[in-house]
Each structure stands twice: as C-alpha cells, then as structure tokens.
C-alpha cells in the first residue's frame, strides 16, 4: 500500500491510478462533509469534483503542509463558502434566477436511518454556516481545533466557541422537535 506521500508525488507526475486512488479514498468522506454543509446531494456531487478538478490541475505545485483529509476538506468547506457568497449576491440582484441550492436531500435506502439523517440534516441547516463548518470538520474530518482554527484564521479557542454553540444550537433544535 502506497503512502498518501507517494499517491501524491505519483498523482503530480502524471499516475491518473494514483489521482483514481486518492479520489476514491477520500471521495465518500467529501460527500458527507459538502451535504452537510450544503443540504444537497446533487450540490454535494458538484462541489466533491470542482474541489478535485481543482486539487488534480494544481498537483504538480502542491505542498500539502496537514494530512490530505484535511486539506482536501478544507477546500471542500472553501467552495461550499464561495457558493454561499454566490447565492447572497444573486439574492440581492433580483433579475438573476435563483436555483435554489440548499433543497432538501432525499431520503436514503433505510427508513429509520433516512428519518434521522434528514432530521440531522434539517436541523444542521439552522445553525449558523461558521458553527456548522467547525462542527463537521471536527466531527466528518477529524481535524483538531488548532487546524481548523488555521484553515479558518480564527483562533483555536474561537473555533471551540463554534462548536460548542453549535452543538448547543443542535441540541436546542433536535430537542424543541422531539416536544412538538
């Protein structure tokens, strides 16, 4: 098994196996973390192979300086961000269509896991875009506070402040449906 080192210095020079290999990888995990942040899975799809488009054209100058899981995720919550920024200027300009990308997922195979994933889901869209992207970075990519807090240029504790009130606004929301 090839380090994620040697994928790289493969896929940079050219190994469309190694480039195949890294995308499979980590291509599952990128969904989840764009749908999260998004709400949509077609959304998601797009946003997963802009970023690796993106990661593939730029490999031969890349230095990835954390693990390729984080940064490959940053870029990730990056283009989610850039989408977001996107959408509130097509919402001010009112001649411009708006596609509406924050729709609903559709429910997956299982009912019981389907209604709570689209809970989660639902609810996840309540909180605050900065929470929700600490909180899926900590939770979906495994990244500590310092690297999330780096990638975000906020400070570590500012980055714990989010997550903390975004679990607190989850658990507020999760909460207040299950009394209805």
């Not at 190994?15 to 949509?40: F, M, N, P, Q, V």
């Not at 802009?50 to 730029?58: K, L, M, P, S, W």
Request: with cysteine; glycine share 6%; charged share 30%.
């Amino acid at each position: 098994m090839c380090s994620e080192r040697a994928l790289l210095d493969k896929a940079a020079r050219g190994c469309r196996d190694s480039l195949r290999r890294i995308y499979e990888t980590h291509k599952d995990h990128l969904l989840t973390l764009a749908r999260g942040l998004c709400g949509d899975r077609s959304m998601a799809e797009d946003i997963v192979h802009d970023v690796f488009v993106v990661f593939a054209r730029g490999l031969p100058g890349l230095r990835v300086k954390t693990s390729l899981k984080g940064y490959l995720s940053v870029s990730v919550c990056n283009r989610v961000r850039d989408l977001a920024r996107a959408e509130m200027r097509r919402r001010r300009d009112p001649g411009r269509v708006d596609p509406g990308w924050a729709d609903a997922a559709a429910p997956d195979a299982h009912a019981a896991d389907a209604e709570l994933t689209d809970r989660l889901r639902a609810a996840l869209e309540h909180v605050p875009l900065d929470q929700r992207e600490v909180l899926l970075l900590r939770a979906q990519a495994g990244l500590s506070f310092e690297e999330i807090a780096r990638h975000q240029g906020i400070s570590s504790n500012t980055a714990r402040g989010r997550y903390r009130y975004g679990i607190d606004k989850l658990r507020s929301l999760l909460n207040s449906e299950c009394e209805r």
